[in-house]
């Protein structure tokens, strides 16, 4: 299986803040990279696929680079609302695999 | 507008069978694979595996033993079974739809979770 790494596991930051992700693959798996956000409670959202597309509806201060085995997730004005939990999956081969995420908390 | 509404049993004892069921409402269900996904409580996501609408599966190695994934195209519907359960499947389970799209593969829809709890 492809293990998927982030860091940090955790992030302290405040509203207005620019934040990056870290998510790396244990193999090149090219730009099959996403991002999803995932709040309490709730389903995960996907934000970002194919490393750096923007899904449909997704604010524009997301954003996400990478290809091979490191990506990175920005977040470049946290909002109120931005403060959850973030995960990477890679979609390069089946078993499809996540980190274990980076849970994103208000300093 | 694509909804994926779950149900199933909550509430489970060692070695019975976990059964949960995803429909789909709304967009086309062929030429699309659906999924199912775990996260433990407290943990991350684990990919249990997908079909399509002509019923081709591919699941997890971890659990392949274990578990089937059916679908009922004349309901827009898919199933999942996982056999012999223990506390190590407690999770909330997702059903989720994988887009194919030039760019790769992704979840783009998912169910509302069901929190499945094996105990004695």
């Known amino acids: 299986d492809i293990q998927m790494t982030q860091s940090p596991s955790s992030l302290s930051a405040s509203v207005g803040d620019r934040v990056t992700i870290t998510c790396r693959a244990s193999?090149?798996?090219?730009?099959?990279l996403n991002w999803y956000q995932q709040e309490p409670g709730k389903a995960p959202k996907l934000l970002i696929y194919a490393a750096s597309s923007l899904q449909s509806g997704v604010p524009s201060r997301f954003s996400g680079s990478g290809s091979g085995t490191d990506f990175t997730l920005t977040i470049s004005s946290l909002q109120p609302e931005d403060f959850a939990t973030y995960y990477c999956q890679q979609s390069y081969t089946t078993p499809y695999t996540f980190g274990q995420g980076t849970k994103l908390e208000i300093k | 507008q694509v909804q994926l509404q779950q149900w199933g049993a909550g509430l489970l004892k060692p070695s019975e069978t976990l059964s949960l069921t995803c429909a789909v409402y709304g967009g086309s269900f062929s030429g699309y694979s659906w999924n199912w996904i775990r996260q433990p409580p407290g943990k991350g996501l684990e990919w249990i595996g997908e079909i399509n609408h002509s019923g081709s599966t591919n699941y997890n190695p971890s659990l392949k033993s274990r578990i089937t994934i059916s679908v009922d195209t004349s309901k827009n519907q898919f199933s999942l079974k996982v056999r012999s359960v223990t506390a190590a499947d407690t999770a909330v389970y997702y059903c989720a739809r994988l887009e194919d799209s030039p760019g790769g593969y992704y979840f783009d829809y998912w169910g509302q979770g069901t929190l499945v709890t094996v105990s004695s």
């Open positions: 193999q090149s798996i090219s730009s099959y």
